[in-house]
């Protein structure tokens, strides 16, 4: 934890929800795992293989801070959290840190997924394509590198995309409205949305005429290559440690 913080320009952070969630900095590690969700079937592999440290980005407990007082007398977190303490599981998450590293851990193992690395403007968070291609094409090229069998667009199919606004995760329907209408993207690929909000903007600039689609690819989805951005990273930083990645996969399923 500490040599990954370490690397963080700024860090430590006063104000963080990176902390450990179960366990203590003192255990000895048999192994690490990295993934976006320690899911109990995250967990139940974790145990199988052998391995006592779980490094995952997104929350244990079903909410940003990972409160648990709201959960205590909860069947599904009170059996998660017996599991972790039987079997000595810790769980560090790493959500701040991996997004202000240098690179941001997370769009890097992102694009490198989708093997856009000649065309990303790390400083931008912009694709620039040397040639467009259409919407559908790019749909299914995402789909096809990502692994994701159906997403959510708004677009024509037909519309040519070049300039890819590229903002994986939740980054919020302000965040997400105003940075689209500052660098005026031909597609904004994200996360997730709030329905009532970044959607609803496409639409209605699409109305005014302008031409500007949006792919929204499922949160797990955008962001479980940077868990193996951080995967590869311990395995160059402790070449004798045993580590594995372990994706949480999209919990929601499609009729």
Not at 25 to 52: C, L, W, Y
Not at 116 to 137: A, G, I, M
Request: charged residues 25%; hydrophobic residues 35%; proline residues 5%.
């Amino acid at each position: 934890m500490d040599q990954f913080v370490n690397e963080v320009p700024g860090a430590p952070f006063e104000n963080t929800v990176d902390t450990l969630k179960s366990g203590n900095r003192d255990i000895k590690v048999t192994g690490i795992v990295t993934t976006m969700f320690p899911t109990i079937e995250v967990i139940q592999k974790t145990i199988s293989a052998g391995a006592n440290f779980i490094i995952c980005h997104e929350p244990s407990f079903y909410n940003h801070l990972d409160e648990t007082e709201w959960l205590k007398n909860d069947d599904v977190f009170n059996y998660k959290m017996d599991l972790l303490k039987k079997h000595g599981v810790a769980i560090w998450r790493n959500h701040d840190y991996i997004h202000r590293h240098v690179p941001d851990g997370v769009l890097t193992g992102v694009v490198a997924r989708l093997q856009w690395e000649k065309y990303f403007d790390k400083k931008e968070n912009n694709v620039v394509f040397n040639q467009p291609v259409s919407l559908q094409t790019l749909i299914g090229e995402v789909k096809t590198k990502l692994g994701i069998s159906t997403l959510r667009y708004i677009g024509d199919l037909s519309q040519k995309c070049q300039r890819i606004l590229l903002l994986p995760g939740a980054y919020g329907g302000r965040l997400q409205i105003s940075t689209t209408s500052t660098k005026k993207p031909d597609v904004l690929i994200c996360g997730e949305v709030s329905e009532w909000e970044t959607a609803e903007y496409i639409r209605d600039a699409n109305t005014k005429g302008q031409k500007i689609a949006l792919i929204i690819l499922g949160h797990v989805d955008s962001e479980e290559p940077g868990s193996v951005y951080m995967a590869e990273w311990l395995k160059q930083k402790f070449p004798g440690m045993k580590v594995m990645h372990i994706p949480a996969n999209n919990p929601l399923s499609f009729l």
